[in-house]
């Protein structure tokens, strides 16, 4: 059913402090959730709430987290989030990082001891609406094999850079470093539908198309993918001093238990580089060159990262609302607190 923004995010604020969450931290949770839902990131909008709702419950997200800022040079410092909710961690983060920009020409911020901070193209969005250039990386429970190898290792660990414009477009490019995420494949499941061969594996490390065998995910473009999804991991874990690789928490093992993610934000002021209106007003014109382009057969327009998402967020708006699966909705108007769903479940959460 469709919702309206307002509507969507008192929902989920709603049910988050019902779970044990204060106020402004389920403010700013529910906030970047509607980010997502309304740009048509549904793997990372109000589907997620049942879950956060359980691990707040159980302790497993501190609701009074005492966070620690260590500046650990002009430009760089670490953010300790006491295993507070990721949302906030990512977000005070950010602001750190677009402050030491401002002041010192690039800001890099080490985020530990956090939990899932969902899309992580808000943060980088963030920073562009300052008129400054931004990259971030974050980690994720293992679920994807390494190129060449039958185990999980890596998780789906997202990148996402943006830059401002001269006008009032961004460019948001946010993407998992896995072919899919673990939700579509769900989804073929649930339909009865084989996948696509280039998107997951079974136990031999294999390529399979039933979704029911499915063990891990695979990188993007193979080898070259699989060396992006490693470096996430080194900038946001390895480098952090948090644990890494196969050694990262699994999303829905232990809900009572802190997650100690790691997440890395990188922003630098186009006025120590070419000049912020230069950059600014090449950015424009890159956009609209490449908005000019001569589409190929079954495309209607060459897009820029992130504008079919910005499409789609004026497109709900334009046709009544965010649609959101009913089954959420209803979980969220209802006062159940369904605090037993997710705990101990394999990786997949099955
Ligand atoms: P996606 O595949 O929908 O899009 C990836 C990127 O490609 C986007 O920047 C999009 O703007 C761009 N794009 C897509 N189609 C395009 C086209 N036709 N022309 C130009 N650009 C195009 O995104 P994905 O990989 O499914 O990730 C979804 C969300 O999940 C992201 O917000 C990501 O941050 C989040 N995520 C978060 C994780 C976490 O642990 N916090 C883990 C994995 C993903």
């Known amino acids: 059913m469709k919702l309206s923004r307002e509507e969507l995010k008192s929902l989920m604020k709603n049910k988050l402090m019902q779970a044990g969450l204060h106020e402004d931290h389920a403010d700013t949770t529910a906030e970047i959730l509607t980010w ?18 359980e691990r707040i419950f159980k302790g497993g997200i501190t609701v009074d987290p005492k966070f620690t800022w260590t500046q650990t040079g002009p430009c760089s410092g670490i953010f300790d989030g006491d295993n507070g909710i990721g ?48 990259i971030s990386f974050c980690q994720s429970d293992p679920m994807a094999v390494p190129y060449g190898g039958a185990e999980p ?24 470093t896995t072919v899919q995420a673990w939700g579509k494949i769900l989804d073929k499941k ?23 065998l499915v063990n ?38 232990d809900l009572s238990e802190g997650r100690r993610l790691g997440q890395m934000h990188i922003v630098m002021d186009p006025n120590r580089f070419v000049g912020a209106e230069k950059f600014k007003k090449d950015m424009s014109q890159c956009l609209d060159e490449i908005g000019n382009i001569k589409p190929a057969p079954g495309f209607d327009k060459v897009n820029y990262p992130g504008e079919r998402a910005e499409e789609r967020k004026k497109k709900a ?21 369904h605090y037993n769903r997710y705990d101990h479940k394999n990786r997949f959460a099955e």
């Open 153 to 176: 290792y890596y998780g789906t660990n997202p990148i996402s850079f943006a830059a401002p414009t001269a006008d009032d477009r961004k460019v948001v490019f946010d993407m998992a």
């Open 36 to 53: 997502s839902d309304e740009r048509g990131y549904h793997s990372h909008g109000s589907v997620r709430v049942e879950y956060y709702s």
């Open 216 to 253: 891990a995910l695979v990188p993007i473009s193979g080898a070259k993918g699989y060396g992006l999804m490693m470096m996430v991991d080194v900038f946001s874990g390895v480098l952090l001093g948090v644990p890494f690789g196969g050694h990262v928490s699994s999303m829905y093992h």
């Open 190 to 212: 649930s339909r009865h539908e084989s996948i696509p061969a280039d998107w997951a594996v079974g136990v031999d490390g294999a390529p399979v198309t039933d979704p029911n």
């Open 317 to 337: 708006y334009a046709t009544g609302g965010i649609e959101i699966v009913d089954e959420i909705v209803e979980y969220m108007r209802s006062s159940d607190i």
């Open 87 to 134: 949302y906030v961690i990512a977000k005070e983060g950010m602001e750190k990082a677009i402050q030491l920009a401002k002041e010192n020409g690039i800001g890099v911020v080490g985020m530990t001891n956090m939990s899932h901070s969902g899309s992580i193209g808000y943060y980088t969005e963030m920073a562009a609406n300052e008129g400054l250039a931004a």
